[in-house]
């Protein structure tokens, strides 16, 4: 009977190295095929052309290499790309190519679903199937680089984790994927290129900070106001606007980076003139930066995009105590790409 054969790339370098070391090779055998699966994202051990064909076939009899499948791909008219990408286990989750003038941004997922239950997320509906490892993240970023040279002519320059999931519920996998991502042996990419995005999980916030990661952090706030909060995003009540405010405040004392909070204002939820002010009140601690979002329809109506004026009294209100403000057009929109749109047809 055949033993199930592992991943190849759940091993860290030097556990490969060592692996090499027991099969009495070299441990430099490690280096080389751990540059082939990361650096070079072999699909296969085959391709592999300086590793030997005996060792080839050996690491072949041992291991798999989990590769993701961009099953299909979808251009927007404005430019955005949508891979529908599939695991190795048959699950799918979706990333997103964002091009502007003079950058390519990837969105990534960072779960198969998600955990949380904000109303007017269509991720929210699917139930969270499991956690993306650190490779399935990585190889959604370098799919997306690929064809950023492809269709744009230059490599991918940002990456936001605002695809499917939490982030912050799959901590450890995230940390392991960007580490790759960042490191010289992975795409050699700025951390200060990447931003983590959140609902808000203030333990994790704190360990971020305690760690003194180096990538931004952008919390999607959309009400200062706990009631409001909760009856849009659920998960508020067993972490409060008071335990996510302290955490935050925890996170600025540490790493002095400014925070990113994501917001829509909706129609007769938070478009009145006390939930701007208790925006204000709650992000004064910090610089802080405010990005209106667009609200992308999710089929049922519940939610409306609050009237222009509304956003327009925002945007006063917060520069008018300091706080850069940016309203965002969505991009996507016509192939279900844009935030919160992910999964909405399958
Ligand atoms: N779970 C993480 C990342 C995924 S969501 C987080 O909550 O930050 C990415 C962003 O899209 C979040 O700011 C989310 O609140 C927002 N979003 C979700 N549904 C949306 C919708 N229908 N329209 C606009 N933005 C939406």
């Known amino acids: 009977m055949e033993t199930k054969k592992r991943d190849i790339r759940a091993l860290t370098k030097d556990q490969l190295r060592n692996f090499f070391v027991e099969q009495g090779d070299k441990p430099f055998r490690g280096n080389q ?75 990534v997922s960072s779960q198969v679903g998600c955990s949380l239950d904000c109303r007017f997320c269509a991720t929210a509906r699917l139930k969270r199937m499991r956690n993306l490892n650190p490779d399935e993240i990585y190889d959604q970023v370098v799919a997306i680089d690929n064809e950023s040279r492809l269709y744009f002519d230059r490599p991918l320059s940002n990456i936001v984790f605002m695809g499917m999931g939490e982030p912050l519920m799959n901590y450890n996998n995230v940390l392991k994927a960007i580490d ?28 971020m900070a305690d760690e003194e990661v180096k990538f931004g952090l952008a919390v999607s706030l959309h009400s200062a106001i706990d009631e409001v909060r909760t009856s849009i995003m659920p998960f508020n009540s067993t972490f409060p606007l008071k335990d996510l405010r302290e955490a935050l405040e925890y996170w600025y004392s540490k790493t002095k980076n400014r925070i990113t909070y994501e917001y829509v204002v909706w129609k007769g939820i938070n478009d009145t003139q006390e939930a701007a002010d208790a925006l204000v009140k709650f992000c004064k601690f910090a610089p802080s930066k405010v990005n209106i979002i667009e609200y992308n329809p999710i089929d049922d109506g519940e939610f409306q995009q609050a009237h222009s004026s509304a956003v327009e009294m925002y945007q006063n209100t917060l520069e008018r105590n300091g706080i850069t403000v940016t309203v965002r057009r969505s991009r996507g929109k016509d192939i279900d790409a844009a935030c919160g749109q992910l999964a909405n047809k399958s």
């Open 180 to 207: 790759k991502i960042t490191s010289p042996e992975g795409l050699g990419m700025s951390p200060k290129r990447i931003v983590v995005s959140t609902s808000g999980v203030p333990k994790i916030i704190k360990k």
């Open 33 to 107: 095929v751990y540059e082939w699966l990361w650096q070079k994202s072999a699909h296969d051990f085959d391709a592999m052309t300086n590793i030997s064909k005996e060792t080839r076939q050996m690491l072949e009899d041992n291991f798999v290499i989990n590769h993701i499948r961009v099953d299909q791909m979808q251009r927007s008219s404005d430019g955005t790309i949508k891979n529908a990408v599939r695991l190795h286990d048959g699950l799918v989750v979706e990333s997103v190519l964002i091009p502007t003038e003079n950058r390519t941004t990837a969105c």
